[in-house]
């Protein structure tokens, strides 16, 4: 298993990233600037996340060979490729005026399928040793499933809905009115959005479950 973890960490975004901008683009019917969003958002979110979470916070780390501290430098596009591939056929037609339950069905959707798909993923990755966490189930001998859903409805299940609302409420806008400066904020905007609310949620919970922030690395010794 830890074999193919090493093949789909090179061999995943090679292919899927340049499946999702064309995916994307095709679905889009040639509007660069929503295909640019859909493809550049999950990528930015599994740069800047993750970065943060390895090698600032050290929450978390990739025990993998090619490793920038203990963050691997393409984890961005091996996060966001899949996740734009695997989005891509929950938002069914593009809308140009979507109502809200259009909006809050997409989001809904695409945060359901990330959540299992990445709570199985990261619970394997935890399992085979691809990756290690360091929080309050794992302190407490939790196993990986345990410690995966301790933060995966968080960072994969609220980005999706996030995701999955914010790339509608990007259609109903730039098909309306087709701009790089808007494209560009609606981006800039959805980014920072499925940066900063999924970790204030998982630090809420955090503090409701377990009596502090989440974001310090646990110590076995601390358990009760």
């Given at each position: 298993m830890r074999r193919l973890f090493s093949l789909y960490e090179v061999l995943g975004p090679a292919i899927l990233t340049p499946l999702a901008a064309y995916g994307w683009w095709r679905h889009y019917d040639g509007n660069g600037h929503l295909a640019a969003i859909a493809v550049a958002v999950p990528v930015m979110h599994a740069y800047v996340v993750p970065g943060?979470?390895?090698?600032?916070?050290?929450?978390?780390?990739?025990?993998?060979?090619?490793?920038?501290?203990?963050?691997?430098?393409?984890h961005g596009f091996v996060f966001g490729s899949a996740t734009a591939v695997l989005t891509l056929p929950c938002l069914g037609t593009p809308e140009a005026q979507p109502t809200l339950g259009t909006i809050l069905a997409s989001g809904l959707l695409v945060g359901t399928l990330l959540l299992a798909v990445n709570w199985i993923y990261d619970a394997l990755a935890l399992k085979h040793?691809?990756?290690?966490?360091?929080?309050?189930?794992w302190a407490d001998g939790a196993g990986p499933w345990a410690i995966a859903a301790d933060y995966v409805p968080w960072?994969?299940?609220?980005?999706?809905?996030?995701?999955?609302?914010?790339?509608?409420?990007?259609e109903s806008?730039?098909?309306?009115?087709?701009?790089?400066?808007?494209?560009?904020?609606?981006?800039?905007g959805l980014a920072a959005a499925?940066?900063?609310v999924p970790a204030l949620g998982y630090v809420a919970a955090s503090w409701?479950?377990?009596?502090?922030?989440?974001?310090?690395?646990?110590?076995?010794e601390d358990a009760p």
């Open positions: 943060i979470g390895t090698n600032v916070l050290k929450m978390w780390a990739f025990t993998t060979r090619l490793r920038l501290g203990r963050f691997r430098p393409h040793g691809v990756l290690e966490v360091y929080n309050q189930p960072f994969f299940g609220l980005f999706g809905v996030l995701y999955g609302a914010g790339l509608r409420l990007a806008v730039l098909f309306a009115a087709p701009s790089g400066t808007t494209a560009l904020l609606l981006g800039a499925v940066m900063v409701l479950r377990h009596g502090h922030s989440g974001c310090r690395p646990c110590r076995v």
